[in-house]
């Protein structure tokens, strides 16, 4: 499947650690041109290597490899002077500060889908994560004809949240479920690097620790899992007890998760649902979207941040060491692995509008 | 309170690393004098800072500081020829497959402290956390009347059970206990140094796995919580799920742990039964007992092992992020650090072993 | 340029990290068949994958990624079985103490490209880097005729030794050379994972000190910079005064280096001279050649490991902070990054075994 | 020796990470008492435990174990309006850019020791490293003099140069020294925590680049190595190459060294040299002075940082793999470890500042 023309996108807020990894999984991507580069007015009018270049030469770029060469030249624009002409569509990944009045800047003329957590809570838009509420998009509709919006926002979830919901789906749906107790060890880019987590903090040491996560992950997850009703995202009200701790890995969520599901289920029957999950999702074929959604490892000591968090480009969520918990009702356990800055981020967020592209919602 | 005279000891297993922790401890006590250095066969003979010397000259020194100078010099022997004429007291810092035979060979003579898992098990003799369950010493007796020994053997925990219960322990008694999830994100100096873990596998990594953990953070901590009654421990019957993990810290482990206790209890009374706890423990005064069991930090991101591992040279557990859990009955939260070679390993077991001598158990 | 039929190789040590790497590097390689994968007795009968798999399940794969498709479930054979009708070449990855027996009963009936430093210091080896001294190789008809062998043995060198002369032989044949200093900060996979160095060593900390390397930087440097006078290889012999240290880095050597050269050069020229190396060696098109023997960069804090190491995957030394060096005559300093596990082992040894082809030396 | 009245002194930059290490020196300290705590506008008016708080209850606090008892309370004031009344001595560990508007503002009055860069390059300023060139001291008559000072200021240098002049000092006496090349691992707390190296950065990397650095260990170890005549200082007119790099290591800067030496000298002399270095001082009895100003180490694989940057607190400076150069005339090489934020920062101020209190200067 191929489309032409390729769909015109803006990067906004593309100096920054998130912006960078749109341009890096775009750079790559068959069915966007990345026809303008946003920012800050700091940035405003500057080649785009020029932008993340420090008076002493440094280049502030956080990604493997280098800067892509289709990039590095590009002027970038001041994001509140962005001309949205012959732009389909904005990935939006300007710090949650910002990005409010910045999307609700261009939400009006064209889609938005972002990484940013200014609208995730309305209740007119759709918090996505590919595979698993996809369907929730159906609301979009609403969100513009009550706004009066031509475009519309699309924020993807928080990067904790969306490994968590990954594997919960399936599990919902097969076997209901009735609260979730997760520990998080979040790794240090989904802090950013500006300033991020000092490396005084994070060597030897945890930080138990990340403000306003574990409320978001409660309410997101909630948004995520519940179900469409008409033009209504009814969300799943169960309890969502987070723990979200930061270590010192560069990439990759490690998730210890036990749930009470809505009724008995042994291993294999878990097992297999996992597995199962989004074949359908998978079968469109849209560029981001990897081989398996969830990958279920059977070795005794994996998943591993370091070995398995670029299965599928960061796109597939790994688990293991599948258990019963004996503590909650039809207790079942495990251990996942999410690449937050990928699935988790802007990879994401890109899987995301590749769906709305296919769907014609863009 | 002074000990004239001194109870002599000999430490068995002295070239490892829970050896020599050992030696660190008790260099500083003023009740012990150490009269025997022994390993195995291959150390024999050898003044103990050539034991630990490769052929190369790199000493094998795993403890901060230097080899204590009283110790340097003394010549090490062969564990199994151990002479325990004037030997008080063991101290078995034995690997566990060896542990059994040379802890059955002292015991009937002289009384073992062990940080091995040899003997933990058995129903006539108790798992000792200072503070804790000292009163599990009164099975001893039994233990030496069925065994036909003059000597006893007490072993203390694996050093996740250690932090695990002395947070549990004046919640099971103050409002009850019904259920445990506890996530564990454990030091390196856990699993020793020859080979221990691998540099290649801890740097940007987390070990979701670590053998035979789970299993024995749920049997020791039932039986450290259970009761004494008469000359039997009985467990405390209730659900322990762990998930133990190995993360890229060199001490300290942490634990973030869901409990569900036996009636609704409100925050407050939480913290206030946590700080009280054990203050009669530490009235008795015993050399290495802190001044406070469980110190309960307000601080937002705290407990962090690099910071508050070493308050009161490792022996107070310190307990932070004391919050409500939403998914368990009567749910509490919380996330603590437990130095895992302080109060984990010797100078817990130098800690049981006063406890039996100010006791006359010794 | 393309081969018809491919290279027959077995690849020995296959199971060890350093074999490991020869699989992944072969898997993708067009001119190399591997058809025998050989380890110690101990391996002997299994299926690949089974081999380095412990009995609790834990699979000891050291490289990026999962064990390649093709080799899981190849059976392993024992090295001193080894059949060695139809193979046309041998990758030894074997240790250095079991190296040379092998490869002595290799070498009389096929060529033998090794990682091994068994037979690098005798006067017939040549000890060759792709693109610095390939010319060497002229040296292995007399080792045949003397030895009495149909096959031959190469090895490379110590990864340490290829970083630092990557970067001198262009200096060296362009200004003359005198004498060098360097200090070398390694990565923790030079020393394999058997035990490798325990993480309880490397984190937080520098080891200062690696056995006997420093006297391999001096001998194989001079050996390698050496030139080709009829059948013998005369070293250059300077000074190379090496430091060599650990860090906590999973791969890529840095290199911090100070050389005199044979006549003043301004350090535009010293870049050119650079920049300019090994082109004709590139233009041979061999399938693990890089596009660029060697990068300069003028990034003020470059090169870094985590950043530069997979530059053409790991085959190109980066150089950068090319400065004056004071104290020298003629004193010229930079800082190189080599990939260890890749130009500097595994995958430099097949670029060996591209050029022996090439040349119809095997 | 025991002073009665202690030095009343004041902490300007109190709340940076140099600040925050003075107080814990000076909290142990028998000669000084805090009197003020000062820093920037921010912080005045707010006990000294709140202006490290963050809004959201963090507690910057970089240094091992809790803020002192006794300043937590004390009010900060605004360092512009330090009354210096009942103020006999001013440490500053104000950051540059600000150091030497305050300097110059309370040099006039008090003598100020100063961990900044702000006065290190001026002609009458000694820069001074305790038991190394503690009688440049003499200087500070001609500096009061002509600039109509009551007080004065006197800098610490750079902490790596600190290292490096500690054993190039007595070789130099001792051999005479012609030039030499140092490679430097700096540790993480040598860049701060404001925002420091970010972890992303640090980890399984190396930052093979300190702006300025390099050229600041050049000037200041050629004015500490040289000599007091009449009240000039005459710097070492030596060449001095420093290629300076940042490592993963929280505290300890280790330093590969090699020195051209004025005469050949074989190894034992140069031990010897060293180890007699600074006795003298060391008699003194000033609280600070470690017993060892260097302590030679024939351990083959130390020091290390995490086993030896805390001998005697930081303040002895731990040479080890003493062997000759074989590039440089007379060469001769070591690995060295100081502690840079003790002897390397406030303690070394200190330790300068005991100095001058013992000659009267204060």
New interface residues.
């Given amino acids: 499947m191929s489309r032409n023309p390729r769909c015109r996108v803006a990067v906004v807020g593309a100096t920054g650690v998130a912006g960078q990894q749109f341009l890096v999984s775009l750079d790559r991507n068959p069915w966007f041109e990345v026809v303008a580069l946003a920012a800050s007015e700091r940035s405003a009018g500057k080649p785009y290597i020029d932008a993340i270049t420090s008076p002493?030469?440094?280049?502030g770029w956080?990604c493997?490899?280098e800067v892509p060469k289709a990039f590095a030249q590009v002027p970038v624009v001041d994001a509140v002077d962005l001309n949205l002409d012959g732009v389909d569509l904005v990935f939006s990944a300007v710090e949650s500060d910002a990005a409010r009045a910045l999307e609700e800047k261009f939400a009006p003329r064209v889609p938005v889908v972002s990484t940013s957590s200014a609208f995730r809570y309305e209740d007119d838009v759709p918090v996505i994560v590919p595979g698993v509420n996809h369907d929730h998009a159906g609301i979009i509709k609403r969100q513009q004809k009550e706004r009066g919006w031509k475009g519309f926002v699309t924020p993807i979830p928080n990067c904790t949240t969306t490994g968590l919901v990954v594997a919960l789906a399936p599990l919902a749906r097969t076997f209901g479920l009735r609260?979730?107790?997760v520990?998080s060890?979040q790794a240090?880019?989904g802090a950013g690097?500006?300033?991020?987590?000092?490396?005084?903090?994070?060597?030897?040491?945890?930080?138990?620790?990340i403000?306003k996560e574990e409320e978001k992950v409660?309410i997101e997850a909630s948004k995520i899992l519940g179900r469409l009703e008409g033009d209504q995202i009814v969300p799943l009200d169960i309890?969502?007890?987070a723990?979200c701790?930061r270590?010192?890995?560069?990439d990759g969520h490690?998730l210890?998760v036990?749930a009470?599901l809505g009724r008995p289920a042994d291993l294999d029957e878990v097992k297999e649902a996992l597995r199962n999950f989004g074949l359908q999702f998978v079968d469109l074929g849209l560029p981001s979207t990897p081989p398996e959604i969830i990958r279920v490892t059977?070795?005794?000591?994996?998943?591993?941040?370091?070995?398995d968090r670029?299965v599928n480009d960061g796109m597939t969520t790994v688990v293991?060491?599948i258990r019963a918990?004996?503590?909650?009702e039809n207790?079942v356990?495990w251990?996942l692995l999410s690449h937050n800055t990928k699935l988790g981020a802007a990879k994401g967020a890109i899987s995301v509008a590749e769906y709305l592209l296919h769907t014609g919602l863009v």
Same sequence: chains 1, 2, 3, 4.
């Fill in positions: 002493g030469g440094h280049v956080a493997e490899g609260g979730v107790i520990t060890m240090l880019s690097r500006s300033p991020g987590v000092s490396a005084m903090d994070a060597l030897d040491n945890i930080i138990p620790y403000p409660q309890p969502v007890s723990t701790t270590v010192n890995v560069r490690t210890c036990s009470s059977e070795q005794p000591d994996r998943p591993q941040p370091r070995i670029l293991g060491r918990d004996s503590v909650l207790g356990k251990i």
